[in-house]
């Protein structure tokens, strides 16, 4: 085979321009991240902005959401903070009286010095937590302070100019005919995948304030924590809330054993009603595999963790509502298409 010298050229100049890419964005991944987490916001709450547009001003719209949101985000990280340092302090002042006295009836742990390293181990405790020096600490905070700020500013924009920028986008398509089927597809799977998204993080959030309750009613320690875990646990199919529940449901049982087997039978049928409700929202949005989204949060939580699994769960949903419109339009050209004999 000959491979002229424009080929080779050509060949070599496009693995240059893919190793560049590759680096820009490896270099580029938070910022990219940040793009992708400010999106995926103002995708959700869109419809609350176009709403409250309808009779105050769209600036106001958005700041008042903003503020909601705000509110939101720092009440749940107030409450997960409190319980942490409560329990820390409980295991600080536990911990050492219950290693004396094991210390006392063995020969081994006073050899071991078991009080004295039990002490040393919650007394750094706290450092620990916050992620060692103070030094270290002030450093993670100000890169998780950049962080929030920027994607709250992005988010403010794409709530703003979204549409335009989407609508932007769409116009570049030179074809009418392929410009109106890339919008109807687009837009048609996005509002579906969207609606879907919606529906599962409010799932999600009530499922949360249930699991709070019942762990603060069984008296277990870190309800809030406990709360967000199961939270989390509960977008994920097959069986998600059962297993976000199974903290609840050890530490429930650590006490009493009845109150064990009561909070499992509550979040028993809080699973069962989650998967009646799941079928139906399926039903009237979109159905999307359960291997799929396990894989997604999975291989998200993998590249970047909890932002990156809750991003690849919404970009399965995303790609299975646009190729199920793709489907339905060819489909619908098939049907109106006159077969000729």
């Known amino acids: 085979m000959r491979v002229s010298v424009r080929s080779a050229l050509a060949v070599m100049f496009l693995l240059a321009l893919t190793v560049l890419m590759l680096e820009i964005a490896r270099d580029s991944e938070r910022v990219i991240s940040w793009v992708l987490v400010a999106a995926a916001l103002a995708g959700l ?25 705000l509110g939101a985000v720092g009440f749940v990280g107030y409450r997960l903070v409190n319980d942490v340092a409560q329990e820390t302090r409980s295991l600080q002042r536990l911990a050492p009286r219950r290693a004396a006295q094991l210390e006392k009836n063995s020969d081994l742990l006073r050899q071991l010095q078991f009080r004295k390293r039990v002490q040393g181990f919650v007394n750094d405790l706290p450092k620990r937590l916050t992620g060692g020096s103070a030094a270290k600490v002030l450093e993670s905070a ?24 989407f609508r932007s986008g ?24 969207l609606e879907y998204a919606r529906i599962k993080v409010l799932e999600a959030i009530i499922g949360g304030l249930i699991a709070y309750a019942v762990a603060r009613a069984a008296g277990v320690p870190g309800p809030a924590a406990l709360g967000v875990w199961l939270g989390l646990w509960t977008l994920l199919p097959v069986a998600g809330v059962l297993v976000g529940a199974t ?30 409700l799941a079928s139906i929202v399926e039903r009237e949005t979109l159905h999307v595999g359960s291997f799929l989204i396990v894989f997604a949060a999975f291989g998200g939580l993998e590249l970047d963790g909890l932002t990156g699994a809750l991003l690849g769960i919404l970009a399965v949903v995303v790609l299975a509502a646009i190729f199920d419109e793709l489907g339905r339009a060819d489909t619908d050209v098939a049907v109106a298409t006159p077969h000729r004999e």
């Open 142 to 165: 100000a890169t998780r302070g950049v962080a929030f700020l920027a994607g709250l500013i992005l988010t403010i924009f794409f709530l703003i100019y979204g549409p335009r920028i």
């Open 247 to 276: 903290p609840i449901v050890l530490f429930a049982g650590a006490d009493s054993l009845t109150r064990a087997v009561v909070v499992a039978l509550v979040f028993v049928g809080i699973g069962v009603v989650e998967y009646m």
């Open 45 to 69: 709450v869109y419809p609350v902005v176009e709403f409250g547009s309808r009779w105050l001003p769209r600036g106001l719209v958005v700041l008042f959401v903003v503020l909601l949101g």
């Open 170 to 193: 769409i116009d570049q398509i030179g074809d009418p005919v392929r410009r109106r089927r890339v919008e109807r597809v687009v837009t048609r799977g996005a509002h579906r995948s």
